[in-house]
DNA sequence: ATGAAAGCGCTAACAG
DNA sequence: CTGTTAGCGCTTTCAT
């Protein structure tokens, strides 16, 4: 594999010479530039980035962490995440932290070492000192405190939304499906929701997760459960997972939807859309929030103080089952 | 950040002892390991990657390539991949290509330039040269060519499955939608499903994407014009997503499922018993192709000769849509 | 068993 | 505008 002093002996100047005007940085006169250009390429010179990278303490990696990339809400995230971040010229690892102890710690660690430029976190922080990192750390949907900046969807608004939708169908008695975590801003949206319900007289009846597990099989068995135990409410406000994981059971228990049963999901996957009825749900702007989110990141890498939060507008999504 | 000079220094000895003691790499005395750990700790030591990784000309990253990382296959077998590499001690790296031209070749050329130790690659091939890259690539549900270990489902038996599920149910007539590509391994289930149908005289409409998107809208719009445009059909076989663009077209359409259409799905996502009734479909075991393809990566990366190929099985979910 | 020193391949400061 | 050279921080011979 050809190097750099290759490069530089064919075109008869310095390494130095050659480095400047690959990178276009420094003068350079048309000619010498031309001929080490015609070298390069005759050569099929690719420049050592591991070289690279440490010269300039900089990879130009961005570390992604999330709970579980299998999860629609997450995977999306990280579709947009990704093109986002390659619209920068920056490259995405992935770190899923929920099957794993100590994944998030290993994580902060590596950017310690210098293996990434910055992380953005969709997980919560795994303990306090995880703020004093000194690198760019923004976090997506989450809270990890202090000085790390965050982007989240207008969870508040949301709640508001799904607490409309089922208010003006007439509800009296819902299932809410709950859940916890280190004061996430989405817990906004439960509070919300519950609060308007009562200030109109309806019955919340609260499932509190016991882990937010972002898992499939784990939000089925809990959703059917719960939904075959309460089959005498009219109303159930979910995620969008676990929205289906009612649906499932009741149409299993024969229930009618919408007629006897209007479910309210929330996030908005693409899920939501694939099945006839569609789910009428609270959709967040994922395209937003990764764009955001890659942008606060990008600030922070061009040396730039922390930036605000960021609050990322949410739309209510007409389905089949209010 | 102290550096490994700092550690030495403070235990009293010389950099390579502390490199040989914090790698566990060649003799050292009981003593001065101690020495050196408790130094390396009391200056919270934390090694240099970027250096590290120039000076082994190794960065134990392995990029994954995948056409869209939102899609419920991809996603899910992202997520097992990643979880495995962890468990060799390797990083993931993502690349997702639909969205922009020339991303494959970016993402191969990364690998000439170090960047990555090796590829993952869940896409076509970009060009035929790209089969000359001298470094480990392994392709997983795709075909390379020679040279590039392939892992992949048992697609004749897949293909077997479906149609023996349909004609069990005495179906005569079916829609089939089929995709394309550079003679993937995946095309075997088609070509199989089609034989089977016709020599039992079942008449088989033939549907073939016009590109190969793996995008949930993209399919939403194609299944649902076919689909209602071909309501006489009493079966679909399609991939999970498509499948339930089918049933939402039916279902819309007033057409009862299993009673009039059966439906059979293939890929097994999650999203498959995320409904009621639960999709039939043919299952690939995701965890089982992950762990192949990673295990192959690992065989080429310790410098072992290209393995054969490796054919993973499938089974069938038996689901309510048949 | 350990220290000294030579790279790894590139960037950037400096001198000309 | 260009060549020379000193790092970047670690690994790995090679003596001792």
Redesign the interface.
């Known amino acids: 594999m050809a190097g750099i002093k290759d490069v530089a002996r064919r075109a008869g100047v310095g390494v130095g010479t050659v480095s400047r005007a690959l990178n276009g940085s420094g003068y350079i006169s048309e000619e010498t530039r031309k001929k080490i250009l015609e070298a390069a390429k005759a050569l099929d010179y690719?420049?050592?980035?591991?070289?690279k990278?440490?010269s300039r303490?900089k990879?130009d990696?961005i570390g992604i962490m999330m709970p579980?990339?299998?999860?629609?809400f997450f995977?999306?995230l990280?579709?947009y995440m990704?093109?986002e971040l390659?619209r920068y010229g920056y490259?995405?690892?992935?770190?899923?932290t929920d099957?794993?102890d100590h994944?998030e710690q290993e994580f902060i660690?590596?950017l310690?070492?210098?293996?990434m430029d910055g992380i953005i976190a969709c997980v919560d922080a795994p303990n306090e000192e995880a703020l004093e990192i000194g690198r760019p750390v923004v976090s997506v949907e989450r809270r990890w405190g202090e000085g790390i900046p965050m982007v989240y969807s207008d969870h508040e608004m949301g709640g508001r939304m799904a607490a409309e939708a089922l208010l003006n169908a007439g509800c009296r008695k819902v299932l809410h499906f709950s859940s916890q975590g280190k004061n996430p801003p989405f817990e906004k949206r439960h509070t919300v929701f519950r609060t308007l319900m009562r200030e109109h007289g309806v019955e919340v009846i609260e499932v509190e997760g016991e882990w937010n597990h972002m898992d499939?099989?784990y939000d089925?068995e809990i959703t059917r459960r719960y939904m075959l135990r309460h089959l005498e409410v009219d109303g159930v406000f979910a995620s969008d997972?676990q929205a289906?994981?009612c649906?499932?059971?009741a149409?299993?228990a024969g229930i009618r939807i919408p007629e006897k049963l209007k479910i309210v999901g929330y996030d908005g996957t693409?899920?939501t859309?694939?099945?006839?009825p569609?789910l009428t749900c609270v959709c967040q702007d994922l395209p937003g929030l990764a764009k955001a989110g890659v942008q606060t990141m990008v600030t922070l890498l061009e040396g730039e103080p922390s930036p605000a939060d960021q609050v990322i507008p949410v739309s209510l999504q007409t389905g089949g089952t209010v």
């Open positions: 690719q420049p050592n980035e591991l070289a990278n440490l303490n990879t990696f579980n990339l299998e999860h629609p995977a999306s990280l579709k990704e093109l390659y490259k995405c690892m992935v770190c899923s099957q794993i994944r660690d590596m310690k070492r210098n293996v499939y099989a089925r997972v289906f994981g649906m499932a059971a149409l299993e693409e899920i859309r694939m099945t006839y569609a």
